[in-house]
C-alpha cells in the first residue's frame, strides 16, 4: 500500500521546521539595544505615517516655498529652522520619514523576493543552473559598491523611483547568495529527505521546509542591510540621482544646505541626523537579531 | 621530608549572575613528594583536570577556589597573579592532552618554545634558540634544529606531544603536571611518550602529577594514586598496594572494569547509576547510591578520608570489609 | 601558487570585459542624446545631426562596440562629452588626490580599529568593551556626506576657524607649491623637506581623512573584536598563559596574529567602500580628485567618462580583492608552504 502526501501538514511531527524566529522574539525583548533599536524604528515609522499631523507647517513640508521666510535658523516658530526657500525644515525632516522608510523597505524587500527564490532553486538544484548564478552574481558583485547603482540610476534618468529599482539591480545578487548557502546547508538535513522519501513535491519542499529554516538568517540579513540601504538611498540623493526636489528626501536636504553649512547649518545638520538615527536604529537592532538567532540556526 | 606540592581541602565553586551553580571540588587534599609521580584518576567530571589546573591557578573566570596549595613553601592560592607568573612554566608546568590544539597555529614550534625560555631564564635569542634545540633533543625529536622551524601542522600528533614536553621541561620545573597526556595518541607512541616522560623524571628529578581516567596507564607509570570522586579524594596508596588490595569500593569497581582483567566469555562489569550533581547533595557518602557494600551509616554520615595501613587511606565506613 | 594566480589573473580580464560590456549596453540604452550633451541642449537639430556622424554615432551598435573595446585596450578611453578632454587623461590627472585620500584614511583606520578592536575583547563586557561597541555602531551608521558636513560645523563652532577646503591653500598652491613628484602632496612635501607645504597639506588632508575612515574604522573595530574574542577562547592561548607569557605577548602577538587574516579581509571591503565613499567626502571638502569628475560624469550623463569611471572603479576593486587573497594565503602557514 503506497502513501502520498500533499501537503507537508501530514508529515509527522519532527518532520516540521523549528520556530527559531518565535523563540528568539522573547529573547530580544529584553536586550535594551534591541528595544533601543526597535524603538527608534517604530518611531520614525510612526512618524512617517502621521506626517500630515505632525508636522506644523505640511504644505512647507511637501513643497511650499515661502521665500521671504528663507534661512531662518531655529526658533520657537520653526524647531529646526527654514531652508534656502523657507521652507520649514522640520516639517520637511518629518515628511522626509517617507521616503527614506518606503523606499528603502521597498528596496530590501524587492530585492529578497528576487534574489531568494533564485537562490534557493540554484541551491537546491545544483549543476548547470548553480554554475550559472554564481557567474552572474560574480559579474554583478565584481562592480564596487554603489557604483552600479550610481551608474543605472543615472542612466534611466535620476529619480526615486529609478534609483529604487537601480538599488534592487545592485542587491539581488546578496540574497541570492545567501539563499544558495543556506539550501546548500539545509539540503541534506534529516527532515528534507524524509520530505522526499514521503513523495513532497520540490516546490513544496521549497516553500515549506527550506523557506521557513531560511527565513531566519535572511531576516537577519535584510535588518541590517536596511540601515546600509538608506545610507545608499541618502547619498544617491546627495549626488541628485535620486529623489528630486521638491520631493522632502533627507539626503537632498543635505546636499541643499551643503554650500551654506558654515552659516545656516540648520539645513543641513537635522535632515542628516535624521538619516543617521534612522540607520542607527537598524544597526542596533540588527546587531542584536544577529547575536541572538545565529548561535541557534541549523546547519551553521 | 616535607612535600613537593601540598593540596590541603581545595574546593573549587562554579557561579554565574552572583549564585553558586556548581561545586566541582568539595575538599581533595592530596600531596606529591619530590621526584614523586602520583596518578589522579577517576571518571569523566571528577574534577581531576579541575585540581590540575588549580595548582597553577588557569581556572575559568566563573570558578572561585578556595583552600590550600602549598608549593615550594609559598601558597599558590594566595598569590598574586604577577608572583604566579613567574611559577607558571618555570617552577611548575603542564603537559595538555591535544598537542594539536594547544599550539599555536601561525608560529613555529620553535619558537613557542623559545619564547617561554626567554621569559623565564633571561636568556637572549640566540642563547634561548641554543636550549631550545637541545631540549628538542632531548625529547628524542630527530633533526631538532630542523623541527624548530616547522609549524604545528607539519608535525605528527607524537612529535608534537614530544614538542609539548620539550617546552614544559625547558625551565627545569620541579613539578610537571600531565593532563592525560596519551589519551589523544596511538597506542604504540603513547607507550613511547611514556617511557619518555619516566626517562626525564629521573634524569631531572621533577615531580609529576598525572591526571588520567586510565588506571592501567597510572598503574604502570605512578609510585602513588589518589581515587576522585564527586570532587573528593576517596582513596590514596602506594600503586602496587592500592592495585592490589583497593580500601574503596569504587576503587575496586573501576579496577574490576578494566578490560585486562575481565574474564573471557563475561560480561564486562560495570559501575550501575551515575555520578550525582546536585549542588549539596544528600548527607553522608556520596557513593552510597551505586555502592555494593552499603549501609545505612554510609547514608547519614560521610566517611572521612582515614588511614588504613601505612600511607594508604580509604573515605569508606566498611573499608575494614575489602 | 603561481597556477593559482594565472588562474585568478584570467578570470579577473574576463569579469572586467564583462562589466565593460554591461556599461557600454546600459550607455546605449541611455534616454539621452550624447550628441546633445556634447554641443549642449540648445543646439539645433542639423548640429545635432553633424555631431552625431562626428561622433560616429550613427554607426551600427556593435560596430561602436568593437572600436570601443580595441581603443579601451590601446590606451584611448575616449573623449568626455562635457570637458571634451580625454578621460584617461582626465581620471589620471585626477587620481592621486583620491588615491593619498584613501590611503590616510585607511591607515587611520586601521591604526584607530586594531587596537581598539583588542582592547574591546580583552576587557569584554566592561567600560572599554562597551564604549568601542557603541563608538563601533555610531560609525557604521553616520552617512559619509553628512558627517564631513558636520566636522565641519564644529571645527567652525568649536575652534573658531574656517575649515580648510580643497588640498592647498591658495597662497601654497600658487606661491610656493609643492614640487610634483609622486603627486601625494604628503610624501613629496616630506621628501623635499618642504615643511611648511607638509603641514599645509595636512590640515588639508585632516578633515576629510577622518570623515572618509569613520566607517572603516568602525568595521574594523567590530571585526577585530570578533575575531579576537574567538581566539582568545582556543587551546593556544590557554597554553601561553598557563607557561607564564605575558599578557602584552600574549594579546597583542600571540592572539592577534592569529586575529589578523579577517580584520584583513574587512580592509579590502573598506577600501573597497571607499572607492566610492571619496566621492562624497570630495564634494564636501571640495577636493579635487576624480570625485567631483565623476559625479559631473554621471549628472550630465556623459558616457565615455562614466565607462571609464566604472572601468577604473571595478579594476580598482579587482586589484584590492586579488592583493587581499594573496596577502591572506601568504599569513596562513598551512596555506604558504604548499
New interface residues.
Given amino acids: 500500500m503506497s502513501v502520498t502526501i500533499d501537503s507537508p501538514d501530514q508529515l509527522p511531527a519532527p518532520y516540521r521546521s523549528t520556530g527559531a524566529t518565535s523563540r528568539a522574539f522573547r529573547v530580544l525583548r529584553r536586550k535594551p539595544s534591541a528595544l533601543l533599536g526597535g524603538g527608534i524604528i517604530v518611531f520614525i515609522a510612526f512618524v512617517a505615517l502621521a506626517a500630515p499631523v505632525l508636522a506644523p507647517y505640511p504644505a512647507q513640508g511637501r513643497g511650499l516655498a515661502d521665500v521671504p521666510a528663507r534661512d531662518l535658523p531655529p526658533s520657537s516658530l520653526h524647531w529646526f529652522g527654514t531652508d534656502h526657500l523657507g521652507r520649514d525644515v522640520l516639517s520637511r525632516v518629518i515628511f522626509g520619514a517617507r521616503p527614506a522608510l518606503g523606499v528603502s523597505l521597498a528596496v530590501v524587500v524587492l530585492a529578497v523576493l528576487v534574489g531568494v527564490p533564485l537562490g534557493m532553486i540554484a541551491g537546491y538544484r545544483g549543476g548547470w543552473l548553480d554554475e550559472a548564478l554564481m557567474r552572474v552574481t560574480d559579474i554583478f558583485l565584481a562592480f564596487p559598491p554603489l557604483l552600479l547603482a550610481m551608474v543605472i540610476s543615472a542612466l534611466l534618468g535620476a529619480s526615486l523611483l529609478h534609483a529604487a529599482i537601480a538599488l534592487v539591480i545592485s542587491w539581488w545578487p546578496w540574497y541570492a547568495r545567501l539563499a544558495r548557502t543556506v539550501t546548500q546547508s539545509l539540503k541534506h538535513e534529516p527532515f528534507i529527505d524524509a520530505a522526499r522519501v514521503f513523495g513532497v513535491r520540490e516546490p513544496l519542499i521549497l516553500t515549506r521546509h527550506v523557506l521557513r529554516n531560511a527565513t531566519t538568517p535572511i531576516l537577519v540579513q535584510a535588518t541590517v542591510d536596511a540601515g546600509t540601504v538608506i545610507l545608499a538611498v541618502g547619498a544617491l540623493a546627495f549626488l541628485g540621482l535620486a529623489a528630486q526636489p521638491p520631493t522632502p528626501d533627507w539626503g537632498l536636504m543635505v546636499a541643499d544646505g551643503r554650500t551654506t553649512v558654515i552659516t545656516e547649518w540648520w539645513i543641513s545638520m537635522f535632515p542628516g541626523l535624521a538619516i543617521f538615527t534612522l540607520v542607527l536604529g537598524f544597526n542596533l537592532l540588527g546587531d542584536v537579531l544577529r547575536d541572538v538567532l545565529d548561535p541557534r540556526s541549523a546547519g551553521r | 621530608m616535607s612535600a613537593l606540592l601540598e593540596i590541603e581541602d581545595l574546593r573549587v565553586d562554579f557561579s554565574r549572575d552572583g549564585h553558586v551553580t556548581s561545586r566541582a571540588l568539595r575538599g581533595v587534599s592530596l600531596s606529591v613528594g619530590e621526584g614523586e609521580a602520583v596518578g589522579v584518576v577517576g571518571e569523566t567530571g571528577c574534577g581531576k583536570t579541575l585540581t590540575g589546573l588549580s595548582v597553577l591557578r588557569m581556572l575559568p573566570e566563573n570558578a572561585r577556589a578556595s583552600g590550600r596549595i602549598t608549593f615550594e613553601g609559598r601558597d599558590l592560592l594566595a598569590l598574586s597573579t604577577r608572583e604566579l607568573r613567574e611559577v607558571r612554566g618555570s617552577r611548575v608546568s603542564m603537559v595538555f592532552q591535544s598537542p594539536g590544539t594547544s599550539f599555536n597555529p601561525v608560529f613555529a614550534v620553535g619558537d613557542q618554545i623559545r619564547m617561554v625560555a626567554e621569559r623565564h631564564l633571561g636568556l637572549g635569542r640566540k642563547e634561548a634558540g641554543r636550549l631550545v634545540v637541545e631540549t628538542l633533543g632531548s625529547v628524542g625529536l630527530p633533526n631538532p634544529s630542523g623541527v624548530m622551524r616547522l609549524y604545528p601542522h607539519e608535525l605528527s600528533g607524537g612529535m608534537l606531544q614530544r614538542a609539548m614536553i620539550a617546552m614544559a621541561i625547558i625551565c627545569r620545573p620541579s613539578l610537571l603536571i600531565a593532563d592525560e597526556p596519551t589519551t589523544a595518541l596511538d597506542v604504540t607512541i603513547a607507550q613511547q611518550i611514556l617511557r619518555l616522560l619516566r626517562q626525564l623524571q629521573r634524569e631531572q628529578g621533577f615531580g609529576v602529577f598525572f591526571i588520567s581516567h586510565d588506571l592501567d596507564l597510572v598503574g604502570d607509570f605512578c609510585d602513588r594514586i589518589a581515587v576522585l570522586y564527586a570532587g573528593r579524594v576517596v582513596e590514596t596508596g602506594a600503586t602496587g598496594a592500592l592495585l592490589a588490595r583497593p580500601r574503596h569500593p569504587y576503587t575496586r569497581a573501576l579496577l574490576e572494569a578494566l578490560p585486562g582483567r575481565a574474564e573471557p566469555g563475561t560480561p564486562l562489569p560495570t559501575v550501575p547509576g551515575t555520578v550525582p550533581t546536585e549542588l549539596d547533595g544528600a548527607p553522608g557518602c556520596a557513593f552510597a547510591p551505586r555502592c555494593p557494600l552499603v549501609v545505612d551509616r554510609c547514608l547519614q554520615e560521610r566517611p572521612p578520608l582515614a588511614p588504613v595501613s601505612n600511607g594508604h587511606a580509604s573515605a569508606c565506613h566498611r573499608s575494614d570489609a575489602l | 601558487m603561481s597556477r593559482w594566480v594565472v588562474r585568478r589573473l584570467l578570470t579577473s580580464l574576463l569579469?572586467?570585459f564583462?562589466?565593460t560590456t554591461?556599461?557600454f549596453a546600459?550607455?546605449r540604452?541611455?534616454?539621452?542624446n550624447p550628441a546633445v550633451v556634447y554641443i549642449g541642449p540648445l543646439a539645433r537639430p542639423a548640429e545635432i545631426a553633424r555631431v552625431t556622424k562626428e561622433l560616429g554615432l550613427d554607426r551600427p551598435l556593435y560596430v561602436q562596440y568593437v572600436d570601443y573595446m580595441r581603443d579601451l585596450v590601446h590606451g584611448n578611453w575616449g573623449t568626455s562629452l562635457a570637458t571634451k578632454q580625454p578621460v584617461l587623461g582626465g581620471i589620471a590627472s585626477r587620481l592621486p588626490a583620491t588615491l593619498e585620500l584613501i590611503l590616510v584614511a585607511m591607515a587611520m583606520a586601521v591604526a584607530v580599529g586594531i587596537p581598539l578592536g583588542v582592547l574591546a575583547a580583552h576587557r569584554k563586557g566592561k567600560a572599554a568593551d562597551t564604549g568601542a561597541r557603541v563608538g563601533a555602531?555610531?560609525g557604521?551608521?553616520?552617512?559619509?556626506?553628512?558627517l564631513g558636513?558636520?566636522l565641519?560645523?564644529l571645527a567652525?563652532?568649536w575652534l573658531n576657524i574656517?575649515?580648510p577646503t580643497s588640498r592647498q591653500s591658495l597662497d601654497v598652491a600658487v606661491l610656493h607649491p609643492v614640487t610634483k613628484i609622486t603627486g601625494f602632496l604628503l610624501v613629496d612635501a616630506l621628501v623635499t623637506g618642504d615643511w611648511s607645504g607638509l603641514q599645509d597639506a595636512a590640515t588639508h588632508i585632516l578633515l576629510p581623512a577622518i570623515t572618509l575612515a569613520a566607517y572603516p574604522a568602525a568595521l574594523v573595530t567590530r571585526m577585530t573584536r570578533a575575531a579576537m574574542l574567538d581566539v582568545l577562547g582556543?587551546?593556544?592561548v590557554?597554553?601561553?598563559?598557563?607557561?607564564?607569557?605575558?599578557e602584552r605577548?600574549v594579546l597583542w602577538q600571540?592572539a592577534l596574529?592569529?586575529a589578523i587574516p579577517s580584520t584583513l579581509t574587512v580592509v579590502g571591503l573598506s577600501l573597497?567602500?571607499l572607492?566610492?565613499g571619496s566621492?562624497?567626502v570630495e564634494?564636501?571638502f571640495d577636493w579635487p580628485g576624480i570625485g567631483q569628475y565623476a559625479?559631473n560624469a554621471?549628472?550630465n550623463?556623459d558616457y565615455p567618462a562614466?565607462m571609464g569611471?566604472?572601468i577604473l572603479?571595478?579594476t580598482?576593486?579587482?586589484v584590492i580583492n586579488f592583493v587581499v587573497d594573496v596577502l591572506q594565503a601568504r599569513?596562513?602557514?598551512?596555506v604558504r608552504?604548499q
Avoid at chain 3, 140 to 146: D, T
Avoid at chain 3, 239 to 244: D, I, L, P, Q, S
Avoid at chain 3, 331 to 334: E, G, K, N, T, Y
Fill in positions: 569579469t572586467l564583462f562589466i554591461i556599461t546600459l550607455a540604452v541611455v534616454p539621452s555602531v555610531v557604521i551608521s553616520m552617512p559619509v556626506f553628512w558636513l558636520l565641519q560645523v567652525s563652532q574656517l575649515p582556543q587551546d593556544y590557554r597554553t601561553a598563559r598557563t607557561f607564564g607569557l605575558g605577548l600571540l596574529r592569529n573597497a567602500y572607492l566610492t566621492f562624497f564634494i564636501v559625479t554621471l549628472l550623463l562614466i569611471i566604472t572603479g571595478a580598482a576593486f579587482l599569513l596562513d602557514p598551512r608552504l
